[in-house]
C-alpha cells in the first residue's frame, strides 16, 4: 500500500502539545507517512510543558529531518507530498512562511508546499494579536494557507484538556480526509 506522505513541523512556541498529539493520531493511520521538522527551542518547550524527553516525541515520527537540513528531501517540490502541519506555528515562523525567508527547513518546507499548491495547515500560537500579526496571517492565507488556530469548542462538553487538544487536532485531520474519533461532531436538536 502507497503511504500518504505528511509533513509536521513543530516551531518554537507555547503549545507544543498540538504537534505531539498530533503525531500520535497520525501513527495509528496505516497509510501516513510523516515526516517531521521541529525546531531547538520546541524541544526545550516540549520538556518545560510536558515533561516529556524530546527524543521520545521524534521516536512517534515515521522520519525526522533535521532542521538545519536544506538539502532534505522535503525541501524539494519533486518530494510528493500531501501538504505540511505547522502545530504549534511561533510568530517567527508565521513570519518566515509570509516573506519566503528559508533559513531553515521548517520555513522551506512550507515555502514548497505553497509554490506547489499543497496543503499548508498552520496552527498559530500567540495572543493578543497585533496589526503585523494579522497582516502575516492575512498575507499566508493568500498564498494558499489555511490558518486553524487552537479555538476550542465546547459542544461536545470537554472535560479534560485531551479534550480541548483532540478537538483541534480533529479538525487538522478533518482537512487532511483523515478518519478520526477525537471529538464528537455537532448534530443539531432535530438529529
Not at 96 to 105: F, Q
Request: glycine share 6%; net charge neutral.
Amino acid at each position: 500500500m502507497k503511504k500518504r506522505k505528511i509533513i509536521i513541523g513543530i516551531s518554537g512556541t507555547s503549545g507544543t502539545i498540538y504537534g505531539i498529539r498530533l503525531l500520535e493520531a497520525l501513527r495509528d493511520c496505516s497509510d501516513v507517512e510523516t515526516h517531521l521538522v521541529i525546531s531547538d527551542i520546541a524541544k526545550e518547550i516540549i520538556y518545560h510543558e510536558d515533561g516529556r524527553n524530546p527524543d521520545k516525541v521524534l521516536e512517534l515520527a515515521d522520519i525526522v529531518h533535521a532542521i538545519n537540513n536544506l538539502g532534505a528531501p522535503i525541501s524539494s517540490g519533486s518530494f510528493l507530498t500531501e501538504g505540511m502541519i505547522i502545530a504549534p506555528c511561533s510568530i517567527k515562523s508565521l513570519s518566515g512562511i509570509a516573506n519566503s525567508y528559508n533559513d531553515n527547513l521548517l520555513i522551506r518546507a512550507a515555502d514548497v508546499c505553497l509554490k506547489e499548491r499543497r496543503k499548508l495547515i498552520i496552527v498559530p500560537r500567540e495572543t493578543p494579536l497585533h496589526l503585523g500579526h494579522l497582516e502575516l496571517m492575512t498575507r499566508v492565507t493568500q498564498y494558499g494557507a489555511t490558518l486553524l488556530p487552537p479555538m476550542p469548542s465546547f459542544y461536545h462538553k470537554p472535560k479534560t484538556i485531551n479534550d480541548i487538544i483532540n478537538q483541534t487536532i480533529g479538525k487538522v485531520l478533518d482537512n487532511f480526509g483523515i478518519k478520526h474519533n477525537l471529538f464528537t461532531r455537532w448534530q443539531s436538536e432535530e438529529a
